[in-house]
């Protein structure tokens, strides 16, 4: 049974950095594009950012391109996801996927296997 188990979530100020991490339990995580995506109270989950296969290419959306920094370990089956320069509307449960391919690409659409999630909070 595939598992992706997020930790690192919690609450920080404007402006200050929080790192999330994602194990999985994927036989062959190399196998996977990972992702990361968001929802906010009241809001549809949104991509945040994804990375292909081996780490060659990476993906992000326009309102954290620059801040945020989507990282990968295969060795240890691990997706690390650096958010910088928090603001306020970053608030979200933040949200490990995986998605099989036979492509290095990084999509932000179609995957397969999500975790349980973990809550940021930016306070102003």
């Known amino acids: 049974q595939v598992q992706l188990v997020e930790s690192g979530g919690g609450l920080v100020q404007a402006g200050q950095s929080l790192s999330v991490s994602c194990v999985a339990s994927?036989?062959?995580?190399?196998?996977?594009?990972m992702g990361w995506f968001r929802q906010a109270p009241g809001m549809e989950r949104e991509f945040v950012a994804a990375?292909?296969?081996?780490?060659?290419?990476?993906n992000y959306a326009d309102s954290v391109k620059g801040r945020f920094i989507i990282s990968r370990d295969n060795a240890k089956n691990t997706v690390f996801l650096q958010m910088n320069d928090l603001k306020p509307e970053d608030t979200a449960v933040y949200y490990c996927?995986?998605?099989?391919?036979?492509?290095?690409?990084?999509?932000?659409?179609?995957?397969?296997?999500w975790g349980q999630g973990t809550q940021v909070t930016v306070s102003s």
């Open positions: 990375i292909s296969r081996v780490g060659r290419v990476r």
């Open positions: 996927a995986g998605r099989y391919t036979v492509t290095g690409s990084a999509p932000d659409n179609g995957y397969q296997y």
């Open positions: 994927f036989g062959t995580l190399s196998d996977h594009a």
